[in-house]
C-alpha cells in the first residue's frame, strides 16, 4: 500500500498546477492578492461617494437648465 500512496503523491505533485486550474481552485497567493485588492477598492470608495454626490448635483443643475429652455420655445 505504501507504493500506491507514494505514486498517488508524486502524481498529484506533477498534476497539482493542472488540477487547481481545472477545479478553479484559490491558491495562497491569490488569497493574499485578494486582501490586497479589497483594501484598495474601500480605499475608494469615499472618493466615489464624493463624485456620486457631485455628479448628481450636476445632473440636477443640467434637468433645471433644459426645462427653462424648454419652456421658452
Known amino acids: 500500500m ?3 500512496d ?3 503523491h508524486a502524481y498529484v505533485d506533477r498534476r497539482m498546477k493542472y ?3 481545472e477545479w478553479d481552485l484559490s491558491t495562497h497567493t491569490d ?3 485578494f486582501v490586497v485588492r479589497l483594501y484598495g477598492l474601500e480605499q ?3 472618493r466615489l461617494k464624493a463624485f456620486e454626490h457631485s ?6 443643475e443640467l ?3 433644459a426645462a427653462k429652455l424648454k419652456g421658452r420655445m
Open 6 to 8: 507514494n505514486y498517488l
Open 31 to 33: 488569497l493574499s492578492d
Open 44 to 46: 475608494e470608495i469615499p
Open 55 to 60: 455628479a448628481a448635483d450636476k445632473l440636477t
Open 19 to 21: 488540477i487547481v486550474d
Open 2 to 4: 505504501i507504493g500506491t
Open 63 to 65: 434637468e433645471n437648465r
